[in-house]
């Protein structure tokens, strides 16, 4: 009998525009960001700024540290704002020595700098962080440095100044020096660049090193995998676990059939975190996710490997929706969170029915649990920053749709589930209140009838 786990070891970050999310204690408060709500450029041919450009060199021998440089647009001399996106969200900047040739540009606030009109070019350092096995938690989205073998993630939220004001996307290439070596990014963006997303999307990493990728062809999608120890990877059978994870939600969320083959490429970036440390979470981008995975000893390995699946499938239900919903506003965090948690634990139940599976997926869904307060006055109580309501968006959404996925089989006979609503529910503009679109409880009521006005009363309220 495996015993019931705390549901905290469970941290995810996805980015959003502006939001800054934090897992509640009881240990220090890590940030978190969320995608719920940024946009992804998906289907929209957003125009590139052919004038801004990143490029990325490394920096020392071996190499220690990267030197991005970025070309600015012309501007009539008016004095510009440069900022790390992620400071908004509660991330820590990595960016130091910024100059514009010579100069050091003047800082004005946590990770944003002021360029004066006549500067065109700005350079800047970024400190990776030196990884300890095991020990990154990886929705802190920092910049990291690898050895044996040498290589870096690039994490754009932290180390890549955007153009405060200017939202386009833009190109990143890398000359990776001593490293002679690959460069890989999500999406190619045409003669060995990579794109750097519009600041309304999700953000985006990347891989310098002496690293090889493995590729994957997986339903409509080609993955790239990248990992912190292949040989751990490969002994907890991590690839094969993301593939029935991502095949299942494909079979849920189908991606557009138009989608061009550059937007089907994804690259996942798996980081090991000791089961001792209880904390493992996700980092979601538009085109590519960094994942930790669980490991440890022996005797929780069932346990580490659920954990694993339902962190690595909740990221990958963000990346579906989000492609599904393309330039759609976004959803309320609650209903962002609690869907993609749902799935998660949903996707989990068709790998594995066995104990440890049941236990994680116990940690979330509850119906035992009691009710405070809906999902609604929940989702207002986080956006005035209170760090209690996060972790509900797990735990009683994922109650919340569980109860109304069992009503649909059940009334059903079996030939239905909530599987069949949600790509609509994707598909559909939020609402004013944060409450869920009518259509959709329309919908609803004609699969369950009063039990949906139940259900509503009970977990999402008003
Ligand atoms: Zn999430």
């Not at 802190?140 to 153009?163: G, I, V």
């Not at 999902?375 to 959404?397: C, I, M, T, W």
Request: glycine fraction near 8%; aromatic fraction near 8%.
């Amino acid at each position: 009998m495996i015993a019931r786990q705390p549901a905290n070891w469970l941290l995810h970050a996805t980015p959003a525009r502006g939001l800054a999310q934090h897992l509640p204690p009881p240990t220090p408060t890590i940030p978190l960001v969320c995608f719920t709500s940024a946009l992804l450029l998906s289907l929209q041919a957003l125009p590139t700024n052919a004038e801004t450009a990143y490029s990325v060199k490394t920096a020392g021998a071996p190499p220690q540290e990267l030197i991005i440089a970025l070309t600015l647009p012309s501007n009539e001399g008016q004095v510009r704002k440069l900022a790390v996106r992620g400071t908004a969200w509660g991330l820590e900047s990595q960016v130091h020595s910024l100059r514009c040739g010579k100069t050091p540009l003047r800082q004005d606030a946590a990770g944003s700098w002021v360029a004066p009109g006549s500067c065109h070019m700005v350079t800047w350092h970024v400190s990776a962080k030196r990884v300890r096995d095991g020990a990154v938690d990886v929705s802190k989205q920092a910049s990291l440095l690898f050895e044996n073998p040498r290589w870096f993630l690039l994490s754009e939220p932290t180390s890549l100044l955007r153009l405060v004001g200017d939202s386009r996307q833009s190109t990143l290439t890398v000359s990776a020096g001593s490293l002679q070596s690959i460069d890989l990014g999500a999406t190619p963006a045409g003669k060995g660049r990579w794109r750097v997303p519009s600041t309304n999307n999700a953000p985006e990493f990347y891989v310098i090193g002496n690293i090889k990728p493995r590729t994957r062809s997986i339903g409509p999608f080609q993955v790239r995998y990248v990992a912190d120890n292949p040989g751990r990877v490969d002994r907890l059978g991590l690839e094969a676990i993301h593939e029935r994870a991502l095949q299942y939600l494909v079979r849920v969320l189908p991606p557009p059939a138009a989608l061009p083959i550059d937007e089907r490429m994804l690259l996942v970036v798996w980081i090991g975190t000791d089961d001792r440390h209880g904390r493992a979470g996700g980092s979601a981008g538009s085109r590519s996710f960094v994942a930790n995975y669980v490991f440890g000893r022996a005797e929780t390995e069932a346990l580490n490997a659920a954990r694993t699946l339902t962190i690595l499938a909740h990221e990958q239900f963000h990346q579906l929706s989000d492609l599904l919903r393309g330039s759609l506003q976004p959803f309320p965090v609650w209903l962002g969170e609690s869907l993609a948690q749902y799935y998660g634990l949903k996707a989990l139940a068709q790998a594995s029915s066995g104990p440890a599976a049941t236990s994680v997926r116990a940690n979330f869904i509850d119906p035992t649990r009691p009710v405070n307060f809906g999902l609604v006055e929940l989702n207002r109580r986080h956006a005035a920053k209170d760090p209690s309501a996060y972790r509900l968006f797990y735990e009683q959404g994922a109650t919340f749709w569980a109860a109304l996925d069992t009503a649909v089989l059940a009334r059903s006979g079996g030939t239905r589930s909530l599987d069949s609503l949600i790509p609509e529910l994707l598909r559909s503009n939020p609402t004013e209140d944060g409450k869920l679109p009518a259509e959709f409880i329309d919908k609803l009521r004609l699969e369950i009838g009063s039990q949906t006005d139940e259900l509503l009363s009970k977990y999402v309220g008003d």
